[in-house]
């Protein structure tokens, strides 16, 4: 039958420009994890038909998603790799490696940094990720032409490594990063607390909970998701998946022991402790739409007047939209990547 051919890696689509393979690690990193979740990951990758070396892009999925979803083929409209391969052709996407990196937990995310009550998932991307690239592709090794993206938990975990980790990553772009958590999260975590309270304030209990399908019942499901998990990654407790809730269950009123653990991990705060990294960077980008659902403008505004006052040079956009336009948002990021990289 010769209308019928067995391919390397199945695509529902055909791209013009890449090659499509995926990086399966066995994460040392996320071995053990509190939450029993894979430590072998797979991560899509995107590479050019050209000779290297290539610049590298990493992309960071946003929270109960996961960058590797961004290969599912969409009705009726292209998904994220027939974009860039489009944009590609048309000049406004960088010839790179784009690397998809799986870091999906069983909460839905993992802010892509280091918790004992979700795992390791900073230290399997820089620690483990990162050279694996580097020693399976010819790639680029100047930090100057490694960038990390993402939206929203993506937009977060951009500016939380590239900020950290200036000589990984050269440049960051974050759209409607997590932020500004007084205004961001707090109607979640009101939200979730009477779920808190009948679960035994227990966060090991929420898990099987969760696993069983419980959860999931309660029509605001996902903003029990989000206070949940944003617990479990802000204040974990001890190394089992517990962790610390940041409101008190009979007063609502914020705990501040744990809610300045969260405070410590906002981009507020983390920026401002790291502006020396943030003056390394060769490129920074961030951009929200102005009718962000969860108030993600009003960090997004502060982080770039931070940005200013330490003299740090980066790319600020607002747009008329929402906090679920961001798939829309992110050629505006390989376009702004294109030109520096030219």
Do not use: F, R, Y
């Given at each position: 039958m010769k209308h019928i051919e067995v391919q390397q890696n199945y695509r529902a689509y055909d791209v013009t420009n890449f090659k499509i393979e995926?990086?399966?690690?066995?994460?040392e990193?996320?071995?053990?994890?509190?939450?029993r979740d894979p430590y072998t990951r797979y991560n899509p990758l995107l590479i050019p038909n050209t000779a290297g070396p290539w610049p590298v892009v990493f992309v960071l999925g946003g929270f109960s998603g996961n960058a590797p979803f961004y290969f599912n083929a969409k009705f009726n409209e292209q998904n994220t790799i027939q974009g860039i391969d489009q944009a590609f052709t048309r000049g406004e996407a960088p010839e790179a490696l784009y690397v998809f990196v799986d870091a999906l937990s069983t909460w839905g995310g993992s802010q892509f940094i280091n918790s004992t009550a979700v795992g390791n998932y900073e230290d399997y991307i820089v620690r483990?990720?990162?050279?694996?690239?580097?020693a399976h592709y010819l790639v680029e090794a100047n930090p100057q032409h490694w960038c990390v993206m993402g939206g929203s938990s993506g937009g977060y975990g951009a500016l939380h490594l590239a900020s950290k980790y200036p000589d990984v990553f050269g440049y960051a772009a974050a759209i409607a990063p997590d932020s500004f958590f007084e205004a961001s999260i707090t109607h979640d975590l009101y939200q979730a607390l009477p779920v808190w309270e009948k679960y035994g304030q227990s966060g090991l209990r929420l898990i099987e909970e969760l696993r069983n399908g419980k959860l999931t019942k309660f029509k605001n499901w996902h903003s029990l998701l989000n206070a949940f998990?944003?617990?479990a990654c802000y204040s974990p407790k001890g190394e089992h998946g517990d962790f610390h809730y940041p409101l008190d269950p009979k007063t609502g009123e914020k705990i501040p022991e744990v809610w300045n653990e969260w405070l410590k991990k906002d981009p507020l705060h983390f920026l401002k402790e790291r502006t020396e990294n943030l003056k390394k960077l060769s490129g920074l980008y961030l951009d929200v739409g102005i009718k962000d659902n969860f108030n993600l403008q009003y960090g997004c505004r502060q982080i770039t007047a931070l940005l200013n006052t330490a003299k740090i040079p980066h790319d600020y956009v607002e747009f008329d939209g929402n906090h679920f336009d961001i798939g829309e948002r992110r050629p505006e990021v390989w376009k702004w990547l294109s030109s520096m990289w030219r």
């Open positions: 995926t990086l399966k690690l066995q994460s990193s996320l071995k053990n994890n509190p939450l483990e990720l990162v050279p694996a690239i580097k998990g944003m617990s």
